[in-house]
């Protein structure tokens, strides 16, 4: 049919996007999460296309789906910090705002610490966690449970920050063993 993992990366993201800054901000919570839900499940359409495609996926399109995943969890972090704006609860927008940031400094710390030769793979709360963490509590939201959203938010929050102090520590243990000396982290370490 001409579709590639790459369109289904894109269109995945899209529709997240535009569901998260169009339901979210407009208080339908239960609706915005239904529809990108089912975004959310196309976007992981694309490694199993990618792989019946041609038996495995490429260097670029894992490059496309980790950094799209960014955006489309920035959107819906986003698209929770407006509703909290506009119904003036000034702090829980605020979490969502953490919430947004904790979750790309967890993958960003990740991402840096494997492009350095480090082992990262560890931490409480990862992109799935978040997606559940902030997806479920804002359909019962908006079902009409109450408490929920907030408190989801706020254990989300308390997790991602102990997985970015997790992760960094654990790569410091690495790089501070005396046989941790990578040819990429002295290369670092000459540039600063």
């Not at 799209?68 to 407006?82: E, T, V």
């Not at 979490?95 to 492009?115: D, I, P, Q, T």
Request: charged fraction near 15%.
């Amino acid at each position: 049919m001409g579709v590639t993992p790459d369109m289904v990366t894109a269109a995945g993201t899209l529709g997240t996007v535009v569901a998260a800054l169009v339901f979210y901000p407009r208080g339908q919570l239960a609706a915005g999460t239904l529809v990108i839900t089912f975004f959310v499940f196309a976007d992981l359409l694309d490694g199993v296309l990618a792989r019946l495609g041609g038996g495995r996926g490429s260097r670029w399109g894992a490059f496309l789906d980790s950094s799209l995943d960014r955006l489309g969890d920035a959107a819906i972090f986003s698209g929770l910090a407006i509703h909290f704006a506009l119904e003036r609860r000034p702090v829980l927008a605020c979490v969502a705002l953490f919430c947004l940031v904790a979750g790309a400094l967890v993958s960003y710390v990740k991402a840096r610490a494997e492009g350095l030769g480090f082992n990262c793979d560890v931490g409480l709360v990862e992109r799935p966690e978040r997606l559940v963490g902030a997806l479920v509590p804002a359909f019962l939201d908006g079902l009409g449970v109450p408490y929920v959203l907030a408190a989801g938010l706020w254990l989300l929050a308390l997790g991602s920050a102990v997985t970015v102090v997790q992760r960094v520590l654990h790569v410091r243990r690495q790089a501070l063993a005396p046989a941790a000396s990578t040819p990429s982290a002295d290369r670092e370490s000459d540039e600063r």
